[in-house]
C-alpha cells in the first residue's frame, strides 16, 4: 500500500514562472491537506480539500497561490508569479475521513528553491 | 488566532538522559497530535490524545493533555541516537478540528 506521493521531491523555479506541486493520497483517502513549512518552523495549514471540493482555503495566500483535488488525478497546488519568498518545503497528507481526529499522512514533500 | 507554543527549540543530551518538550495553546483544543520529522524528512504520526488529562505511553515515550485541553507534554527515558529529529505538537481546533496549527517544534540531537 503507496503511501502518499508528491512530486516533483525538487523543484528550482526563477522569479516570475509558476510551479506545480503535485500530490497523490494514499489509496482510499478522499481528504487532501497542503502544509507549507519554512526552514526551522513548523508546518502551516494551507488549505483542506475532498474530491473536487475546496473545504477551507484560509492559509492560502489571497494571490497567486490556488488549490485543487479534480475527480481524476492528483490534488495540485499551483503557485503563479514565483517570489523568493514562496522557497519552502510544501508537505501535503492525506487522511481517510474528515476531521483533525483523525491521523494525516504526510508525503515526502516537495522543496521549491525560488532563484 | 490560535496559536501554539512548544519548548524548548532546541534541546541536546545525552545518549542515556531523559528529554521533555512542552505545548501550550491559546485557546481550548480539541485533539493534540504529536510528529516526529527527521532531518530532512517529513513528519511522522507519533500518537494523538484528546481526552482531557490523557497519559498515553509508547514504550519510552509518555504523552500527556492538560486538564484544560490547552498543554500537552512529550517526555523520552534513557534517549538513544535513533529519537534525534524534531517533535512536532500539532492542536486540533474545536469546531474545525481537521485545521491542526503545529508548533514550531523542539530540535532533539543526542550524543552517542
Keep these: ?115 | 488566532g490560535q496559536q501554539v507554543m512548544q519548548i524548548p527549540q532546541y534541546q541536546h543530551v545525552q545518549e542515556g538522559e531523559d528529554f521533555t518538550t512542552y505545548c501550550n495553546s491559546s485557546t481550548t483544543l480539541s485533539n493534540i497530535q504529536w510528529y516526529k520529522q527527521r532531518p530532512g524528512g517529513h513528519p511522522v504520526f507519533l500518537i494523538q490524545l484528546v481526552k482531557s488529562g490523557e497519559v498515553k505511553k509508547q514504550k519510552r515515550l509518555t504523552f500527556q493533555f492538560g486538564e484544560a485541553k490547552k498543554n500537552s507534554s512529550l517526555h523520552i527515558t534513557a534517549t538513544q541516537t535513533t529519537d534525534v529529529g524534531t517533535y512536532f505538537c500539532a492542536g486540533g481546533r474545536q469546531g474545525s478540528n481537521y485545521k491542526l496549527t503545529f508548533g514550531k517544534g523542539t530540535l532533539l540531537t543526542v550524543n552517542p
Design chain 1, 1 to 115: 500500500n503507496a503511501g502518499v506521493m508528491q512530486n516533483p521531491r525538487h523543484l528550482v523555479r526563477r522569479r516570475g514562472q509558476e510551479a506545480r506541486l503535485r500530490c497523490s493520497p494514499m489509496k482510499g483517502h478522499s481528504h487532501v491537506y497542503w502544509y507549507r513549512q519554512l526552514p526551522e518552523e513548523g508546518l502551516k495549514f494551507m488549505v483542506y480539500l475532498q474530491k473536487e471540493n475546496i473545504i477551507d482555503e484560509s492559509g492560502m495566500p489571497k494571490e497567486r497561490f490556488s488549490a485543487e483535488f479534480p475527480k481524476e488525478g492528483p490534488s495540485i497546488l499551483r503557485i503563479q508569479q514565483v517570489v523568493r519568498g514562496d522557497s519552502a518545503a510544501y508537505f501535503c497528507a492525506s487522511s481517510p475521513q474528515a476531521g483533525g481526529d483523525n491521523e494525516q499522512f504526510f508525503g515526502p514533500g516537495t522543496r521549491l528553491t525560488v532563484l
